[in-house]
């Protein structure tokens, strides 16, 4: 079975630093990995997706993720955070023989000013 | 762009209550999905359409039951409310390229109370 674990709950961090999100999946083939972010108040919109090739993969609103497959992970950067990048974000992972996508529990990102 | 609707954003009911929660989609998409999105726990799936009239249940399907008889509508139904139905619902539609592999587009959801 597949499975997201998002190890951080809340981030909190001030507007132009870095932003680092941690995304940790298990599934036996291929993945197909998702971000996706919610800002409040609204569904969840698509940031950037990776199927196979370039293992980095640069996604809207200056987002980016590295696909490392020795570690089972996604994780999601961006090198300077506006005020407007505070919202959940969510990993996702699914499957091409597979029937679902699969989320994690979620990050909430804190931009301080 | 792909538009998602849901009738309701903030709904109220009472326990034992039948509930009805409506989601439509304007892109003609085969797939259309509803998950429950609680703290902590992400997006879970109820049940998913992928053709009119089908429908597959999702992870946590007990006490919840799908309606498709139109392709872009896909509609939930909470048979008699309880209050641990308390949540935020969330629809979503994709295209027939993959259910697994193919990109969701959202709703805004509807944040239900269950009293």
């Known amino acids: 079975a597949q499975s997201v674990t998002q190890p951080d709950i809340h981030i909190t961090v001030s507007e132009g630093a870095s932003l680092e999100l941690r995304c940790n999946y298990s599934y036996g083939a291929t993945p197909y990995l998702f971000w996706y972010v919610q800002s409040p108040g609204q569904g969840l919109q698509l940031l950037l997706k990776?199927?196979?090739?370039?293992?980095l993969v640069q996604g809207i609103k200056g987002f980016e993720a590295e696909f490392k497959r020795s570690q089972s992970s996604f994780n999601l950067r961006k090198p300077s955070v506006h005020w407007s990048d505070a919202a959940e974000y969510f990993c996702?992972?699914?499957?091409?023989?597979?029937?679902?996508?699969?989320f994690g529990g979620g990050t909430r990102v804190l931009v301080k000013p | 762009d792909v538009k998602v609707t849901q009738s309701s954003r903030y709904l109220v009911k009472r326990t034992g209550e039948k509930v009805f929660l409506e989601c439509v989609q304007d892109m003609d998409h085969e797939n259309m999905f509803w998950y429950r999105q609680d703290p902590g726990l992400g997006l879970r799936l109820i049940y998913f359409s992928y053709d009119v009239k089908m429908k597959e249940k999702g992870d946590i399907p007990e006490g919840y039951s799908v309606s498709r008889e139109k392709k872009e509508r896909f509609s939930l139904i909470l048979e008699s409310a309880s209050t641990n139905q308390t949540s935020m619902y969330l629809c979503?539609?994709?295209?027939?390229?993959?259910?697994?592999?193919?990109?969701?587009?959202f709703g805004p959801g509807t944040r239900l109370t269950v009293l």
């Open positions: 996702a992972v699914g499957a091409a023989a597979g029937n679902k996508l699969t």
């Open positions: 979503a539609s994709s295209e027939n390229r993959g259910i697994g592999t193919d990109t969701q587009y």
């Open positions: 990776y199927f196979s090739g370039d293992t």
